[in-house]
Every structure is written in structure tokens, then in C-alpha cells.
T-cell receptor, first 117, second 112 residues
Framework: DGGITQSPKYLFRKEGQNVTLSCEQN?????MYWYRQDPGQGLRLIYY???????QKGDIAEGYSVSREKKESFPLTVTSAQKNPTAFYLC????????????????FGPGTRLTVT | AQSVSQHNHHVILSEAASLELGCNYS??????LFWYVQYPGQHLQLLLK??????LVKGIKGFEAEFIKSKFSFNLRKPSVQWSDTAEYFC??????????FGAGTRLTVKP
């Protein structure tokens, strides 16, 4: 059963702590993405990766870090430097973008709701 | 700055009413266009997409969208909505450089 898994579904942390969100895919997709979803703001790109051991910053990368050691996995760390970390985080994957960097459809995981107090 | 605008934040319709959700974008070149839907408690999933060819695109569950290049628009339509269409709808545009941009979303509530 192919798809994207994110864990945990809900995560609670104290302010000042780093936290890592898991994202795994078995779709054999090359590209993976992390988005943040806030009410009324849609999805904003945090980081993306087109191949293993390479990743690029999105619009709101400050306070976040990622790694891509395996094709299947793209964990996101929310660091203590992120000023407003409470949000719903979505991971997505897709086949490699075309030569112009235009992506085909993205497949999304169920999301992780992070609450920092 | 490049952007995607969804004009309606919350739309409330009765069952069997017709639906049109607006989406405009500000990219000047070739774009890939998408509509995604997020049903309550479910994953974000693709409704339909446009890459090239016929500008009228048909998707799942009776939805369709029309790409009007001159208006930079990709509006979503459905002739007769059902209670099960209650969800949040997102327009997305990809103009290259791995830059997929999403609109703010439109919440649709269908009253039975």
C-alpha cells in the first residue's frame, strides 16, 4: 500500500526544545517537500529536496532544518530558533521536476500538528 | 512577487447549488495548475490538474476547471454540489524552479 506516512499525528513540546517530525514515503519519488499550513494562509514551503543529500530552502526556512540521507525519508527539525512553531506540518512527495523545474502533482501525508507551549 | 489568489475565504451553499471558486495567479510564463481538496480529517488530495492542451479540465467527483490564460485564472466549478463536498479547496501553481505556490484556500460548507 503506497503512500506517505508522517509521525506522530500530534506533538507537544515546551518552548526552547528542538523537535523532529518524521516523513517517510514508499512511492519511489525523488522529490520531497515540507509545508507549513496555518489558517487563512494556505501552504507555505519550508524546504524541498530533489535528490538524496541535497535540499533547498523554501519561503520560510528560518528556524527549521532538514536532512535527506535516504530517498524514502525527509525528516524536519523545528528548532528553538523558530519564533512561531505551533502549526500543522505537511510532507509531500512527487516525481522529479521537468527540465524547467515544473513539478507534477504532489502526494501529501496526513500531517503532524505541533503545539509548542 | 509571484502569488496565487483565492478570492473566497468561506463559501456556504445549499445542496444542488452550483459552485465556482476563483483562482488567479501572477506568473507570466508557462505554468502547471492544480486544485487540491482537503476533506475534514483527511489528506490533501488532487482534484484536477492542467499542464497543457484543452483548457477545460475535468477532475474527480464531477469537478472541472477552466484555464483562461489571458485572465491568469483557473477557476474551479461544479454544477451541483453535495453535502459530501464540504471541504477546504486549494489552488496551486507551479511556474518552474520547483516553486509550487498555494493559495490561501477556500472553505466550502454545503448545507443539506
Amino acid at each position: 500500500d503506497g503512500g506517505i506516512t508522517q509521525s506522530p499525528k500530534y506533538l507537544f513540546r515546551k518552548e526552547g526544545q528542538n523537535v523532529t517530525l518524521s516523513c517517510e514515503q514508499n512511492l519511489n519519488h525523488d522529490a520531497m517537500y515540507w509545508y507549513r499550513q496555518d489558517p487563512g494562509q494556505g501552504l507555505r514551503l519550508i524546504y524541498y529536496s530533489q535528490i538524496v543529500n541535497d535540499f533547498q530552502k523554501g519561503d520560510i526556512a528560518e528556524g527549521y532544518s532538514v536532512s535527506r540521507e535516504k530517498k524514502e525519508s525527509f525528516p524536519l527539525t523545528v528548532t528553538s530558533a523558530q519564533k512561531n512553531p505551533t502549526a500543522f506540518y505537511l510532507c509531500a512527495s512527487s516525481v522529479m521536476a521537468d527540465m524547467a523545474g515544473r513539478t507534477h502533482e504532489q502526494y501529501f501525508g496526513p500531517g503532524t500538528r505541533l503545539t509548542v507551549t | 512577487a509571484q502569488s496565487v489568489s483565492q478570492h473566497n475565504h468561506h463559501v456556504i451553499l445549499s445542496e444542488a447549488a452550483s459552485l465556482e471558486l476563483g483562482c488567479n495567479y501572477s506568473y507570466g510564463g508557462t505554468v502547471n495548475l492544480f486544485w487540491y481538496v482537503q476533506y475534514p480529517g483527511q489528506h490533501l488530495q488532487l482534484l484536477l490538474k492542467y499542464f497543457s492542451g484543452d483548457p477545460l479540465v475535468k477532475g474527480i467527483k464531477g469537478f472541472e476547471a477552466e484555464f483562461i490564460k489571458s485572465k491568469f485564472s483557473f477557476n474551479l466549478r461544479k454544477p451541483s454540489v453535495q453535502w459530501s463536498d464540504t471541504a477546504e479547496y486549494f489552488c496551486a501553481v507551479n511556474a518552474g524552479n520547483n516553486d509550487m505556490r498555494f493559495g490561501a484556500g477556500t472553505r466550502l460548507t454545503v448545507k443539506p
